[in-house]
Each structure stands twice: as C-alpha cells, then as structure tokens.
C-alpha cells in the first residue's frame, strides 16, 4: 500500500524560505514520478513542481528560479526547496506519485496521479 505523507509546511514572511519534503512509503520511485501540487484559496489545484525517475524535471512558470525540486531515492524521499516566498504561494500543497503508465505516457506533468498525500499548508504573509 502507497502512502505519502508532507511535512514542513508553516508560516513565513515573504522573502523567506520553506522546504517541504513529502516520505512516501511502499512506492518504487525508480520507474515513475512524483509532482508537487498546491491549492489555494479559491484557486484550482495546479502542478508546481515535479521530477521522474530518468531526472527530468519540471516548473510552473510562477515559481521558476525560486523553488527547487528534488528526490533522495535511498530513503523514498521527495523535497522542495522554496525560496523568495510570496504571499500568492500561500496554499495547501500536496505530493503526489505516479505510476510508470502515468509518468511516461503522453504529456508529462498530468493533473491526476493514483497516489497523493493529505497536504501540508503553506502560508506567506506580506
């Protein structure tokens, strides 16, 4: 059985930094992906970041240069680095993984993925 769980969500000023990581357990990164999500207030969820197992990596264009996507395959663990924080990055985000199917089948980031995790908030005051 799948299962992701995010961790270090919090509050922060803009300006400032926050990394996520997202532990997933019973998944073998190795031949498919994993993507970051957020959701904010009244927004639709959107894809910020995701990387797949043969390294290519992708960003939504309103966080590139600012956050950093990355996995440490030893221990299942997926990151992402956030810096220069706005107050517009505010949302829940969510990790989610794919399946080889999924990663590598037609255009890559997809919206929806078999597994995802409950979400840690972000929140960037101005």
């Known amino acids: 059985q799948v299962q992701l769980m995010e961790l270090g969500g919090g509050t922060v000023q803009a300006g400032g930094s926050l990394t996520l990581s997202c532990k997933a357990s019973?998944?073998?990164?190795?031949?498919?992906?994993m993507v970051w999500f957020r959701q904010g207030p009244g927004k639709e969820r959107e894809v910020v970041a995701a990387?797949?197992?043969?390294?290519?990596?992708h960003y939504a264009d309103s966080v590139k240069g600012r956050f950093t996507v990355s996995r440490e395959n030893a221990e299942n663990n997926l990151y992402l680095q956030m810096n220069s924080l706005k107050p517009e990055d505010t949302a829940m985000y969510y990790c989610?993984?794919?399946?080889?199917?999924?990663?590598?089948?037609?255009?890559?980031?997809?919206?929806?993925?078999?597994?995802w995790g409950q979400g840690t908030q972000v929140t960037v005051s101005s």
């Open positions: 019973g998944y073998i990164y190795g031949s498919g992906c």
């Open positions: 990387i797949r197992s043969d390294g290519r990596t």
């Open positions: 989610a993984a794919g399946t080889p199917v999924a990663c590598y089948t037609g255009p890559w980031p997809r919206i929806e993925y078999k597994y």
